[in-house]
């Protein structure tokens, strides 16, 4: 096993365990964690898949040879990353948003 394999494995079970974990957790303000979740997952699964046809179809372009195992790993290195990403911004957002809509209503 590669260390690409490897990482590519660490990174599914993260975004697996991360998964479970915000799946449970449903409590927030504006959108719900399980809502960002799902958004999340649709733009992971259809960034995933322009990725992966991107990767095999351009990286050999500039000199990069990966096998389509290295390229499907490589992708979950990169889903990971950007589920994460995509999940704290919508968070973020969120919890921004609900604090505005409170100062508003008091008046402030």
């Known amino acids: ?24 957790n449903n409590d927030g303000a504006g959108q719900t964690p399980r809502s960002s979740l799902i958004e999340a997952w649709v733009n992971i699964l259809l960034g995933f898949s322009v990725n992966y046809l991107a990767n095999w ?14 390229n499907f790993w ?18 973020w957002f969120n919890n921004r948003l609900h604090n505005i809509a409170v100062a508003l209503s008091k008046g402030n």
């Open 1 to 24: 096993m590669t260390v690409l394999h490897l990482l590519g494995l660490v990174s599914f079970v993260f975004v697996a365990v991360f998964t479970v974990s915000v799946w449970r």
């Open 57 to 70: 179809l351009l990286l050999p372009m500039v000199g990069a040879h990966f096998t389509m195992s290295e």
């Open 74 to 91: 490589l992708g979950w290195v990169y889903t990971a990353i950007s589920i994460v990403r995509q999940y704290v911004i919508r968070r």
